[in-house]
């Protein structure tokens, strides 16, 4: 029976979740500046009703394909 190399594991682990984050942090400084105050307005039109503005993150994760990177998006707007 092979045995795990646990410290390759975790390395791969830390540095996938690293460079995880680090584009998730590019993917939203980037929509920020190419989109900034307007989509910032869209949205806030678009989620003045908690109803609505379900529907409309889960059209944006549809989207993006990605419920983290929406999460993480959202957080930089606000």
Known sequence: MDSVNWVALVYGLVGGLGLFLFGMRMMSEGLQKSAGNSLKKILEKLTTNRFI???VGLGI?????????????VVGFV
């Open 53 to 55: 503005g379900t529907f």
């Open 61 to 73: 994760t549809a989207i993006i394909q990605s419920s983290s990177a929406t999460t993480v998006m």
